[in-house]
């Protein structure tokens, strides 16, 4: 199976649940066996099994997926990169085969975020839930103007990409005004 | 046209690399000398990596109940077993 053959919309919430309810089934006992064997335990089988899964999401959300493997083998691979990452022991690693060996991690992944961005995000979800849910839709599941109209209920995308904006310059008064100082953003 | 280089849309297109390379170069060039500009591009960068987190954040969660599921309800009970067994082994 190529990874084009995907069944399922991830895109769509409903499908999302159902493929990812499948593929915990399918795909969560392998990386328990991989994590298990080498020693890990069942919480870091669950934190490298999820983080997997939403590495895998988003590199199929933004079309990323240019690995000729099949979903499950994807996410295997994945996973493994992120034991290999979380290893102290270079003497464990996993080994890597050639396909597995040119799937890139995001390298924001694993910033660790500071209090001050998770106020700051925080405070967004409060001041402008609807705008964050809208640019998330944007933003980071990668939805068109038009699905995102039959979303969030506009009338059309023209409608959508005016509140965009809006959102964006509402959304930037807040950042600018949290943000320490004028520096802070200019450094 | 000072204005069009503060075009949130134009921005954007710049952080997505969908400029072509002579906008890009102007754009960078203006980027230089004009600090509202600077200012706009950082703001944005940083409204989208916000967003990217809570994206995230979301779909962890979204996650965490099927996990959650799974490891719960009764109607699973053979695939906890098959998990828990993993780990026995190698205690």
């Known amino acids: 199976m190529i ?24 795909v969560f006992p392998v990386i328990a066996d991989i994590v298990s064997r080498q020693g890990g335990s069942f919480q870091d089988a669950k934190d490298i099994f999820q983080d997997a ?10 079309g990323a997926l240019n690995v000729r493997l099949s979903e499950e083998a994807y996410i295997v691979g994945i996973a ?7 290893l102290k022991s270079k003497y464990k690693l996993l080994s890597l085969d050639s396909f597995e060996k040119k799937i890139l991690l995001p390298e924001d992944y ?43 209920g506009f009338s059309n995308a023209h409608s959508a990409s005016v509140q965009k904006y809006k959102c964006i310059e509402k959304i930037k008064v807040i950042v600018e005004q949290k943000s320490l100082s004028y520096e802070d953003l200019m450094e | 046209m000072k204005t069009s280089w503060n075009d949130t849309p134009h921005i954007e297109r710049y952080l997505n690399n969908e400029l072509s390379e ?50 719960q309800s009764p109607e699973h009970l053979i695939f906890q077993q098959r998990i828990q067994q993993l780990f026995k082994n190698y205690d």
Request: some cysteine.
């Open chain 2, 22 to 71: 002579e906008e890009k170069i102007l754009f960078e060039a203006q980027l230089v000398f004009d600090r509202h500009l600077k200012l706009n591009v950082r703001l944005l960068k940083r409204i989208h990596s916000l967003i990217k987190l809570y994206g995230r954040k979301k779909m962890k969660a979204e996650i965490e109940k099927i996990h959650h599921k799974l490891f």
């Open chain 1, 53 to 62: 899964l939403i590495i895998f999401y988003e590199k199929n959300v933004s």
């Open chain 1, 110 to 152: 694993f910033e660790v975020e500071t209090s001050k961005t998770n106020r700051l995000l925080h405070l967004l979800e409060v001041a402008g839930k609807k705008c964050v849910e809208l640019l998330r839709s944007i933003y980071y599941d990668k939805l068109s103007l038009n699905e995102v109209s039959q979303i969030h």
């Open chain 1, 3 to 26: 990874i084009e053959e995907i069944a399922f919309d991830l895109k769509d919430l409903k499908q999302r649940e159902e493929a990812f309810e499948q593929l915990y089934e399918e």
């Open chain 1, 80 to 86: 493994k990169h992120l034991w290999n990452k979380k």
